[in-house]
Structure formats: C-alpha cells, structure tokens
C-alpha cells in the first residue's frame, strides 16, 4: 500500500488542511475520551475517592457559553479556512489547455485540442494549467483524481469545469465516483503527466484526425450552420446577419437569455444553443428564420468539436474563462 | 370514537386533540404540495417563455367556473359546520350533501378537462401537441399542470368520501346528540383542498397567460 | 412503588391479558404495537446485515470474490434501502418510542391510538412493497434514486420499491402527528415541558421532522415514479428538466432524515447517562433545546451533500457555514453527557456501556463530518469510503448502540425479565471493538480515494478491505449474541422489579411489564425530570412540594 501522492500545489494545500481538521479531531477525541475515563475511574460506584459537594453542584450555565462559543469560533475559523481553498476551483487561470472529457456508461472519451482522442486515458503536461471541459452523454458521473484532491459531478447536456496544474510526472489513477449504473466500478482510468517535451512528442506521435476546431469547421459546414451563421469577418455578405447571429467575435461577449438578463457566450451556453434553442430565445425574434435543435444529430464530440471552431473565431477571447460553473471572477 | 382505552380526560379534550391532530397533518399536506410548487418555481423562472406557452392553451374557461364551484362548496360545508354546533343534523347533511354534489360537479368538469387535453395530444411525451423551440417548457408545464392536478383530484375524492362518511353517520345518529368535532375536522380538510385550488388556479391558468 | 412482577403482575400485564393472535393484530394498546413494530423492524434489520455481511464478503477480493457487477449493485441498493426507510428511520420512534411516549407522560396511550395500529399496518406493506421490488428484479440505483438514473436508465423495479418507501412515509408522518399530538395534550398533571425527560424532548424533535420533512420526500417519491413511467422530462435534461433538482428534494428531505435517525438516540443516551450515573442531566434546558436547534437548522443544510455536484459556489459556500453549525448543539450534547458523569456515582451496566460506545463512535462520527462540512476537503473526500465510514459512525455506531442501550435499558419495562448482565456487557464491548475495526479502515480508504459504491477495486486497496470485512464478522457475533441471550431471557430471565436501576421516569412507578392501561393510579408530577433527592428521599406527602414553573 502505497500513501497518496500528492501531485499538485492544490493537493499539498488540501492535505495540510486535512491535517489541521485531523490535529482538531484528534485534540477533541483525546478530550472526551480522557474526561469519560477520568469520571468512569474518579466517579464509579464504590471508588474510595470521596466527592466534595462543590464538585456536583456546577453553575451549569458559564460551562454551556464557555463550550458553546469556543466550539463556534474553532469551526468558524475551519469553515473560513476550507472555504477559500474551495473558491480557487472555480477561478481557472487563463490560458489552461482545454481538454473535452464526456463520461458515458461506462468509459471516458478525452478529446484534445489538437484532434487527438483517447479513452480511459488523460495525458497532461507538467507544470501548465489544464481546464476539463466535463460532460455526459447519458447519466450522472463523477471525474475524481485523488492524486489531486479534486472531482466534479459530471452532467448530462451541461458543462462542469475541473482544473488543475501537476506537479509531479508520473501515472495516477482517476474514478467514476457518482454511482452510473453496474459497470460504474470499471470506469477508471489513468491520469499520465508527462514533461511539457515527452509531452509534445506524445502529441505528435498520436493519430489525429485533424485539430479539433478543423474537425469542428468541417462540421460547421457540413450540418448546415454556415448556411445562417457568418463565420469569416469579411466574406461576402458578411454584413447580412439578418438571418442568423454572426460566430465571428460571438464568444465571450454578452447575449441577451432568455428572459432579457444579460448571459455571456461561453461553452455552456453554445452547447444549449446548439441542442434546445430555448435559452436564447430572448434573441430568436430578431431574425427572420429559426433554429431548429440539434438534439439527436450532434454526439457531444461533435459539439465539443464545434466549441473549438466557434472559439477560435474570437481569438482575442479565447482562454479559459466562462464556465457556466463560474461567478464572476474576482481579482484575488 | 370510543377507545377501549380512551386517553382523554373529557369530550372537550378529546375534540381539542383530533382538531389539533388534523391542523398538524395539514402543515404535513403543506410541505407535500410545497415540493411540487418549487417545481413550478424553477421552471416558470428557468423555462419561463416554454411555460407560458403552456398556460396559454389551458382551458380558463373550466379552470374559473371549477374554482367559483369549490369556492362554493367550501362554503356550504362551513354552514354544514355552523349547523352541527347548533347541532342541526339536518343542516349537517343538507350542506354535507351539496359540498359533496359541488366537488363531485368539479371533478366531472376537471375530467372532461383532461379528456379534451389529451385528446389534443397536450400530455408531455413523442407526440406533444406543441412544436417549436419552446416544446421543452411547455412539456414540462403540462407535467406540472396533470400530476399537480391529478394529486389535487386525489385529494378531491378523499374530501368526497370523508363528507359522505360524515353526512352517514349523521343520518344513522340522527337520535343521538350530535358531536361535531368530525364535521369541524372533515371541514378543515375540506378547506385546506379549496385552498390548494385557489393557489393552484392562478398557477395553471394566469400567471403566464397574457 | 409497584410490586416485583409476580404472577398476578404478569397475569393483568399487557402481555398477557388477552393472548389471542387477533387481539395482537387489531390491538391499539401502544404497548402491544410497540412490540409489533420490535418483530418487523428486527427482521428488515436482519435481511440489511445479510446484505452488508454479503457486501463486506465480496469485498476481500479486488475483483469481487462472490458476486457479479449486477448483483453487488443489487445488494448495496438493498442494504441502504432497507436499512434506512425500514429500519434506521423508523427504528427507536416507533420500538421504544411507542412504548415509552405515554409511559413517560403518565397517560394510557397516544393520542390516537387507532392511528398508531394504521401506522403499522402501512409500514409492513411498506416492507412487503419494498421487498417485493428488491428481490423480484432488484434495483440499481442506490438508495439515492439520483436521476436519470433511475428514471431512464434502469432496468430495475422502480415502482414497487418507490411505491414502498413513499407508503413507509405516511407511516412516519402518522406516528410523528401522534407523538406531537400526545406531548401536547397528554402530559400528567404537573408535568410541565421543562420537567419532561429528554427523551420526550428528543423524540418531539425527531417527530417535527416526520411531519414536515417526509411529505417532501413523497411528492419527490411521486415526481420520480411519473418521470419514470411518462418520460415526461421533469428531471430530464435531454427534455429541458434538471436532474439537480432532483437531489435538492431529495436532500431536503433526506438531511433531515439523518437527524430523525438520530435525534431518538441521543434522547435514549440522556436517559441512560442520568441513570446510570444517579445524576440529574448536566445542562437540562441546553439538551434540550439543542434537540430542537438540530432540528431546525437540520432544514437548513442539505446542500453540503452537493458541493461537487454543479450548484453554485455562493450554494455551497452558504451551506458550508450552516453544516458546521448545526454540529453545534451536537457538540453541546456530548459535552453535557461527560458534564453529568462528573460528580455522579456511576454504574457501568450494559445500557451505560453501550451510552458510553455511543458518546464515543458518535463523536468520531461527528467529527470527521466536519471533514465533510469543509469545502475543501469535501471535494476530495465526498463519494469516497470516507462518506461511508463517516455516516456509519453516526447510523451504527452512534443510532444503533443508542438502540441497544435503549434495549437493555427497558427491557425490564417491556417484558418483565432481567437479560443476562454479563452477557450484555460482553456484547456491548464486542460491539465497539468490531464497530471500530469494520469501519475504521474505510477512513483511510477514503483518503487514499476508494470510491463508494465499487464491486472491484484497485488491488492496492486490498490490505484495508480485508480488515474492514474481518471487523464485520465481530460485528456480527455482537448483533447475534443480544437477539440470542434476549429470547433466553422472555423464558429464564430473572424477574424484574417495577424500578431494577433506581431511576426517575415515570415509566419506572408502574409494574414491569405495566398493566395494560399503564398506571393503576393515574401519576401525578411533583420533581423536575432526573429528582433523584426525591426518588431517594420520598418526601412523606407530594403537596409538600413547591409549585414548579
């Protein structure tokens, strides 16, 4: 049995915070252990200690707030403490390596940007920040890398956002942790960091079928998008959006939701426009045609595919902001 | 309702405690519709232009009459209830009689409802009556609207059978003197399946509609 | 005082006075009720230890020593089910709780007795219901339900396990209406609220819970079997639905539930720990309300069962602070029981053996749910062993060694006989040490990152799973011992005096086993709960007494 290495500066911070919560526990175990001994010996019938009078009439009150407000202000100061390890979570840094991972019963398919797939399998490189893009294409998952003191639920038709930056090379395992039916025990795999060089060459020794934004342009193309929606700033009739919005600049600004508030494009939301037009509704009436769905016709390959050409037609945008998991971000 | 072993010290007592009894099981009846509102709370706000969509093909026609009638039916039972403290078995079963006949006018009304609306293919599933990028929102209101009124109905044949129990056993006891702690009790209840009516009127057929 | 339970005593006693089956079936004596609730509870007991034992076998291996992927999925859906809605929830409420409610209060029965008989009744075909699904077909899904899984992607039988667990509800409800009810109206004359035992206090908490939490989880319940049924989209999101949504009903029903669970327990450890240590309770108006703060902030926290499920972070960061909070009164608790033992003159009988297992285990419980109240290390630890060591502590080492303690401690009430003494404390020890052996290991399965819920496992996990499940078969020798030496004693026991551990309730001033309309004499309450200057020194008449507000 090995111990649990801990391959990232998040996962070093969340063992000493273990640590701390152990040290607690540990102190208030001793307590109650020690004081149940100390009465079961001081205090059992026919002990010979005799007991003074004092010891049994307490002023019961002052013990009550003395026990009361110190256990609130230890675990006031815990709940600070775990809390702001927490928040980092959702603060993905700019810049991360985008990689798509969708859970289905029973497996996990990884895409790259660079077209590379693989399943059951995640190669990252050490030192860089990597984002997850999550989903599932059936039931409730879980993505946990122990290695790394993360996980996240991993959703059907939504994206969920895990990331991270290893520190350490080697192989360590990842789990389905959300009970996904009877093969949920066999959807692990493997988590491989490599040095940004092993890394590049593993890149390029693996098959790609083109980058996954070119696989995404070709599928823009071939499932009709470019027929409403201008993707190149100045091809002819880049003027008409009449029909449709325009892709070129579209990710990272703001949209008017559903319901007149203002959301901003990010994956989460093209995914739901691709798949039920309702979210953007608020918008639909400003063009002449409407969007039919594409629930059925696109696999969350192909959308994850699509997101990655839809990106790149804003390249000043591009980073690894707008999670439909994160609040607004904030400077610390 | 003589227990072998009775634990009340006197008959006011024993009123006092099936009333508080019923009141405490309302609270319970409360929250059970409480969950079932908190869908139509996300999902009116959430899927807000598919839900109204779906409020605007209810029929308010049905919808206002039903509620005038239990309106109505509420308040002949609480004159019922007037009429057992002046113990008036008459008056018990002669409003006893009509709440019953007025709910059961409800239900026939709420079932031709039903009938008509599946017959327009408006229950959620493939062959869903209404098209377009809002089908998701309305479906999930029409899932709202039959399982929310579906319980109510539920809720409507128990009353029903509660006030026939209470206008029977009025009539057998007619030589007796009347107690009206089960007509107060049963009229609780009564009131309680008029006022999920009331908040689930508007729910289904206005907010949304215009 | 009453008499020792001689012959006559056992003749009038509830027990005896009237031995046909149907008058067992159709009784609404509390008492009798009570017992009906002990038989059916014990066996669901047995069937979800078979299922654990069965569940801890299969572990020792990596790959799974006994059972296929299916079945192990099977299993621990059945373990949890049954253990949770059929006996955990249920558990001392409806045992010790039935019997004991009217007792403590001095009256003949609840409040409404027919209804008592109804709740029964709903609860066996509950079980049957439950059972029925389980082993005609079986599910897959947890007892979570988590959507779309049960909805849209099991084969299993969804319907009669939901159609049981909801019908088990209104089992719950009723009795929760008629403890309330009861409390309120019922209280001997003199006994006012702050002179009721703490269990009283314990058990109308837990009962507030039954009342308002459970209709939650039945129109959940009812909101799934549609889903299920229709496909109609309402937890769907390939139909716009949230599956989220689903898990926030479900936890607010099911957070509290663990309070329900537990709640009666500690109210059984106040009484134990009073007695066994001839001490009135440390801090009486602190336990007691505290009961009722778990209670309410118990509404409030479902959301830490979710922090890595895709809520928001304000969502968490919010029910982060309101789950350390609510570990607060539970902190209070434990303090005050080790306040009482200070100064008392303390007996270590089987019930305060199993009390003290019970301060203990439940302590580690409630501190390594701290562990899990922590954002951060929630992230890392949740949907792991940890979760299930963790929640075990609370259910087993804390609710049932509650159970247990409260067993040995009304035995004597209930059926007139003493258990074998030795035997007792034999079994409570071997109940913690096997408790802490069986459990204690998955702490570190969790931190090492075993995920719950797996049938093989990474063979690096073996050594600890090997421990864990050589713990379960002492667990299970201290389960069997108690049921053995129990229905020894209904036969050979010694006879019990109306009040064998000197203590204070009013149960204790009737027979033992009590006639069958509880109290010759009705009571009448002249010293606070716990008086044991009173109990030792009967003041020669009661209006001797100040009034006492």
């Known amino acids: 049995m090995t111990w649990l290495p801990a391959a990232s500066v998040h996962a070093g911070q969340v063992d000493i915070l273990l640590g701390g919560l152990l040290l607690i526990s540990l102190a208030v175990l001793g307590l109650v252990f020690g004081l149940m001994l100390l009465n079961i010996i001081r205090f059992r019938v026919g002990s010979r200690v005799p007991v003074s009078a004092e010891t049994v009439a307490h002023k019961s009150w002052r013990f009550e707030i003395a026990w009361t407000s110190v256990t609130l202000a230890v675990f006031f100061a815990l709940f600070l403490w775990a809390a702001r390890l927490y928040v980092v979570g959702f603060q993905p840094p700019s810049g991360a390596i985008q990689i798509y991972v969708t859970g289905k019963q029973w497996m996990w398919k990884v895409q790259y940007p660079g077209g590379q797939r693989e399943i059951n399998a995640l190669h990252v490189p050490l030192g860089r920040p990597v984002q997850l893009l999550l989903t599932s294409e059936d039931v409730i998952h879980d993505f946990s890398i122990p290695a790394l003191r993360i996980k996240h639920d991993v959703l059907p038709r939504r994206y969920q956002s895990l990331w991270f930056t290893a520190t350490q090379v080697g192989a360590f395992r990842f789990y389905c942790t959300q009970f996904c039916g009877i093969g949920h025990s066999r959807m692990t795999g493997t988590l491989i960091v490599l040095t940004p060089t092993d890394y590049a060459n593993w890149l390029g020794q693996t098959p790609a079928s083109g980058s996954l934004a070119t696989r995404g342009e070709a599928l823009f193309i071939h499932n009709g998008c470019s027929g409403c929606h201008v993707s190149q700033p100045y091809s002819p009739g880049a003027d008409d959006t009449s029909r449709a919005p325009s892709m070129v600049g579209l990710y990272g600004s703001q949209t008017m939701g559903p319901d007149g508030q203002r959301v901003k494009v990010d994956n989460a939301f093209l995914h739901d426009a691709i798949l039920h037009t309702a979210t953007v509704s608020g918008q639909a009436a400003a063009y002449a045609t409407q969007m039919p769905s594409y629930r059925g016709v696109l696999a969350e390959e192909d959308l994850a595919a699509l997101i990655a050409y839809i990106q790149t037609l804003s390249p000043s945008r591009l980073s690894g902001v707008g999670m439909s998991a994160s609040p607004e971000r904030k400077g610390n | ?210 | 005082m009453a008499p020792t339970s001689d012959p006559q005593t056992m003749q009038r006693s509830y027990l005896w006075q009237d031995g046909t089956l149907r008058s067992w079936l159709l009784t609404t004596d509390h008492k009798r009720i009570a017992l009906l609730y002990m038989a059916s509870i014990t066996a669901f007991f047995v069937l979800g230890s078979l299922g654990a034992a069965l569940i801890r076998l299969h572990l020792i291996s990596p790959t799974g020593a006994i059972l296929s992927d299916e079945t192990y999925s099977r299993m621990f859906t059945m373990h949890g089910i049954v253990m949770v809605w059929l006996f955990l929830v249920p558990s001392i409420p409806v045992t010790l709780g039935n019997f004991l409610v009217p007792l403590m209060l001095g009256a003949p029965d609840l409040a409404f007795p027919r209804l008592n008989l109804i709740s029964w009744y709903l609860f066996v075909m509950a079980g049957a219901l439950v059972v029925y699904g389980l082993f005609r077909g079986g599910l897959e899904t947890g007892w979570t339900f988590y959507t779309p899984l049960s909805t849209d992607y099991t084969q299993g039988r969804v319907l009669p396990v939901v159609a049981g667990v909801f019908l088990s509800g209104f089992s719950s409800i009723a009795t929760g209406v008629n403890f309330i009810i009861s409390i309120h109206q019922l209280r001997a004359p003199g006994l006012t609220w702050y002179r009721l035992p703490l269990m009283l206090w314990a058990l109308y908490a837990t009962s507030v819970i039954f009342v308002l939490a459970t209709p939650v989880l039945s129109i959940t319940l009812v909101l799934l079997a549609f889903e299920h049924v229709f496909h109609v989209g309402v937890f769907d999101p390939a139909l716009g639905g949230d599956p989220l949504l689903f898990q926030h009903l479900f936890w607010f029903y099911s957070h509290p539930a663990v309070y329900i669970m537990i709640l009666p327990g500690m109210g059984v450890v106040s009484e134990v720990v009073s007695t066994f240590c001839h001490k009135p309770v440390f801090g009486y108006r602190f336990v007691a309300w505290s009961s009722i703060s778990i209670a309410a902030i118990g509404f409030l926290v479902w959301g830490h069962h979710m922090f890595v499920a895709g809520t928001s972070l304000y969502a968490a960061v919010v029910f982060s602070m309101l789950s350390f909070l609510v570990s607060v009164p539970s902190a209070i608790k434990v303090f005050n029981w080790l306040g009482t033992m200070h100064g008392g003159a303390i007996r270590l009988d089987a019930p305060m053996l199993y009390a003290l297992g019970f301060i203990g285990l439940f302590t580690v419980g409630g501190l390594t749910g701290l562990f899990l109240a922590s954002l951060a290390s929630d992230v890392h630890l949740t949907q792991t062993y940890f979760v299930v060591a963790h929640f075990h502590y609370i259910m087993v080492g804390g609710m049932v060694s509650a159970y247990f303690a409260g067993l040995h401690y009304w035995w004597p009430k209930i059926t007139g006989r003493m258990y074998p003494e030795m035997w007792g404390r034999t079994a409570a020890a071997l109940l913690f040490f096997g408790f802490n052996l069986t459990f204690f290991p998955q702490f570190l399965l969790g931190y090492e990152g075993m995920p719950r819920r797996y049938a093989t496992y990474p063979a690096q996990f073996q050594v600890l799973n090997v421990l864990s499940s050589a713990g379960a078969s002492i667990l299970a020798l201290a389960y069997i011992l108690p049921l053995i030496y129990f229905i020894w004693s209904l036969f050979r026991g010694a006879r019990a005096t109306a009040n064998p551990w000197q203590a204070t309730g009013l149960e204790w001033r009737t027979s033992s086993p009590p006639p069958t309309e509880n109290f010759i004499e009705p009571p009448v309450v002249t010293h606070d709960a716990y008086d044991y200057a009173a109990l030792d020194h009967p003041a020669p008449a009661p209006q001797a007494e100040p009034p006492h507000v």
């Open chain 2, 1 to 210: 309702m003589s227990e072998h072993l009775a634990p009340y010290d006197s008959p006011r007592h024993r009123d006092e405690t099936a009333i508080a009894g019923m009141w405490l099981f309302l609270a319970s009846e409360i929250l059970l519709f409480g969950g079932l509102f908190l869908i139509f709370v996300v999902y009116s706000h959430t899927r807000a232009a598919g839900w109204a969509l779906g409020v605007r093909h209810t029929n308010l026609m049905i919808g206002g009459i039903n509620t005038a009638l239990l309106l109505t039916s509420s308040m002949a039972y609480t004159l019922g209830v007037d009429a057992a403290r002046n113990e008036n078995a008459r008056g018990v079963i002669l409003a006893g009689l009509s709440a019953a006949g007025l709910g059961v006018t409800f239900l026939c009304l709420k079932g031709w409802e039903w009938h008509t609306e599946l017959a327009d293919h408006l229950f959620p599933g493939p062959g869903f009556a209404l098209g377009g990028p809002q089908a998701g929102g309305a479906q999930l209101f029409y899932s709202f609207y039959f399982l929310s009124t579906a319980l109510h109905g539920l809720h409507m044949l128990v009353g029903i059978g509660l006030i026939g129990w209470i206008c029977l056993r009025t009539y057998r006891g007619r030589s007796a003197p009347l107690i009206a702690m089960p007509v107060e009790v049963v009229g609780l209840y009564w009131s309680f399946v008029d006022l999920v009516w009331v908040l689930l009127f508007p729910v289904l057929y206005l907010i949304g509609r215009v």
